[in-house]
């Protein structure tokens, strides 16, 4: 193949192994940004090598073997690692030789392992939120500084800046990059279910740029809640968040049009909905109600979803239990945006006006400013209340509001529709 189309090629590749890579890496030498240096050394090499050899068979411990090579040969120039490893205090060549041996070990280890070691390390308490959300989308999803910035509104120097200060924080605690146990274990796991669902998010309803969804976001924070599913099958919250991302993730499929535009729920075509993933998210549903969990705050929204999932057609959706589920969810997670989904069920199950009097009830919450969903809801329920000239303004709104080149021209076209 051409040279710029291997390279193409490479690059998609690595994307696929990248978080993987970097989880054994860090395990291994105990250093973020060494394991990242280290990755992309392994990139390196591809490129100057794939194009003349094709892609190997297995990719991912191709490009493990070739950063480990690396890590070796760091190893024996220099001796930093020596204080931050038992494994390798000594200064002699025996010193080196068990590091290597134990680095050769590692790469026998299951990387699934490594990957929530990586995003408990990523979610620990020494960092803030805001930093545990930013590493965690950069190491483990690969967003880039921008995607990020994106993501939370914020600037790319910020979430740089961000990004930098958590992998110093990490380095200088000392920080064993493994999943905790005990009551470490619990404190943290709050923490890495709301980033694993923050990742999923971002795959699901892009927050910025030219598409709708991203599925290898949502197919990446699948894979791990299935893999912490695994290792803790009596956390009731970590089925209700598993059952959430199954379920919503059935849908990905007909929410796009052929052309890109969004295709809201109603309209969907529901045989295009994965039917295994619905089974699965079921049953994990069912796993977190039989654990006492029915009212945590995933279990709740995956109940939500999960009536969505069992209505044959969208007539059949049962909107006035999805508005009592809304009731109840608003009671364990009180935010705005939980009362404008609130507001969006009531509109369906008791009619639009009765929306219009509970957004209109948050429309000055702090939160929503600037949020194009905010004006988007509004503008649905003067739409179907029949109040046309207040629905376009609303729309147009919310086109206004929206950093999503997609999103914004189906907002648009709403408002066109309005006449």
């Given at each position: 193949?051409?040279?710029?189309?291997?390279?193409?090629?490479?690059?998609?590749?690595?994307?696929?192994?990248?978080?993987?890579?970097?989880?054994?890496?860090?395990?291994?030498?105990?250093?973020?940004?060494?394991?990242?240096?280290?990755?992309?050394?392994?990139?390196?090499?591809?490129?100057?090598?794939?194009?003349?050899?094709?892609?190997?068979?297995?990719?991912?411990?191709?490009?493990?073997?070739?950063?480990?090579?690396?890590?070796?040969?760091?190893?024996?120039?220099?001796?930093?690692?020596?204080?931050?490893?038992?494994?390798?205090?000594?200064?002699?060549?025996?010193a080196s030789d068990?590091?290597?041996?134990?680095?050769?070990a590692a790469m026998?280890?299951?990387?699934?392992?490594?990957?929530?070691?990586?995003?408990?390390?990523?979610?620990?308490?020494?960092?803030?939120?805001?930093?545990?959300?930013?590493?965690?989308?950069?190491?483990?999803?690969?967003?880039?500084?921008?995607?990020?910035?994106?993501?939370?509104?914020?600037?790319?120097?910020?979430?740089?800046?961000?990004?930098?200060?958590?992998?110093?924080?990490?380095?200088?605690?000392?920080?064993?990059?493994?999943?905790?146990?005990?009551?470490?274990?619990?404190?943290?796991?709050?923490?890495?279910?709301?980033?694993?669902?923050?990742?999923?998010?971002?795959?699901?309803?892009?927050?910025?740029?030219?598409?709708?969804?991203?599925?290898?976001?949502?197919?990446?924070?699948?894979?791990?809640?299935?893999?912490?599913?695994?290792?803790?099958?009596?956390?009731?919250?970590?089925?209700?968040?598993?059952?959430?991302?199954?379920?919503?993730?059935?849908?990905?499929?007909?929410?796009?049009?052929?052309?890109?535009?969004?295709?809201?729920?109603?309209?969907?075509?529901?045989?295009?909905?994965?039917?295994?993933?619905?089974?699965?998210?079921?049953?994990?549903?069912?796993?977190?109600?039989?654990?006492?969990?029915?009212?945590?705050?995933?279990?709740?929204?995956?109940?939500?979803?999960?009536?969505?999932?069992?209505?044959?057609?969208?007539?059949?959706?049962?909107w006035r239990r999805?508005?009592?589920?809304?009731?109840?969810?608003?009671?364990?997670?009180?935010?705005?945006?939980?009362?404008?989904?609130?507001?969006?069920?009531?509109?369906?199950?008791?009619?639009?006006?009765?929306?219009?009097?509970?957004?209109?009830?948050?429309?000055?919450?702090?939160?929503?400013?600037?949020?194009?969903?905010?004006?988007?809801?509004?503008?649905?329920?003067?739409?179907?209340?029949?109040?046309?000239?207040?629905?376009?303004?609303?729309?147009?709104?919310?086109?206004?509001?929206?950093?999503?080149?997609?999103?914004?021209?189906?907002?648009?076209?709403?408002?066109?529709?309005?006449?």
């Amino acid at each position: 193949m051409a040279t710029t189309e291997a390279h193409r090629a490479i690059e998609a590749v690595f994307r696929i192994e990248r978080a993987g890579l970097i989880a054994s890496l860090a395990r291994m030498v105990r250093d973020i940004d060494r394991a990242e240096e280290l990755a992309q050394d392994a990139l390196l090499t591809a490129l100057g090598e794939w194009p003349k050899t094709g892609i190997p068979d297995r990719p991912g411990a191709w490009l493990m073997a070739a950063a480990r090579r690396r890590a070796i040969d760091g190893l024996r120039r220099d001796k930093m690692l020596a204080r931050k490893h038992e494994a390798i205090a000594r200064e002699s060549e025996e010193a080196s030789d068990a590091a290597i041996a134990a680095i050769e070990a590692a790469m026998d280890d299951d990387v699934g392992d490594e990957l929530l070691g990586l995003i408990f390390t990523a979610c620990h308490p020494v960092l803030s939120a805001e930093a545990r959300a930013a590493l965690t989308l950069r190491l483990v999803a690969g967003l880039t500084t921008e995607e990020i910035a994106r993501a939370f509104l914020s600037n790319p120097t910020t979430i740089g800046q961000r990004i930098v200060r958590a992998k110093k924080t990490i380095a200088a605690a000392g920080l064993a990059f493994e999943v905790p146990r005990g009551a470490e274990l619990a404190a943290r796991l709050g923490s890495v279910l709301e980033i694993l669902y923050l990742i999923f998010n971002e795959g699901y309803a892009a927050t910025a740029g030219e598409d709708l969804i991203r599925p290898s976001l949502c197919a990446e924070a699948q894979r791990l809640g299935r893999m912490l599913a695994a290792r803790m099958p009596d956390e009731a919250e970590v089925f209700g968040l598993l059952a959430l991302m199954e379920i919503q993730a059935s849908r990905l499929a007909a929410r796009v049009a052929p052309d890109g535009s969004a295709v809201m729920l109603p309209e969907q075509n529901r045989a295009r909905w994965d039917q295994l993933l619905i089974r699965r998210g079921l049953a994990a549903l069912a796993r977190a109600e039989a654990l006492d969990g029915a009212d945590g705050i995933y279990a709740l929204q995956a109940a939500l979803a999960a009536c969505h999932a069992r209505a044959h057609r969208a007539e059949d959706t049962d909107w006035r239990r999805i508005a009592a589920l809304y009731d109840r969810l608003r009671g364990v997670m009180p935010s705005p945006v939980v009362d404008l989904n609130r507001a969006v069920a009531h509109s369906m199950a008791y009619g639009p006006e009765s929306g219009l009097a509970l957004v209109d009830a948050i429309a000055d919450a702090a939160a929503l400013r600037n949020y194009a969903p905010l004006p988007a809801a509004r503008g649905d329920f003067l739409f179907r209340a029949g109040r046309l000239a207040e629905a376009k303004a609303q729309f147009e709104a919310a086109a206004g509001l929206s950093q999503n080149a997609r999103e914004r021209a189906f907002l648009l076209g709403r408002a066109q529709a309005c006449g």
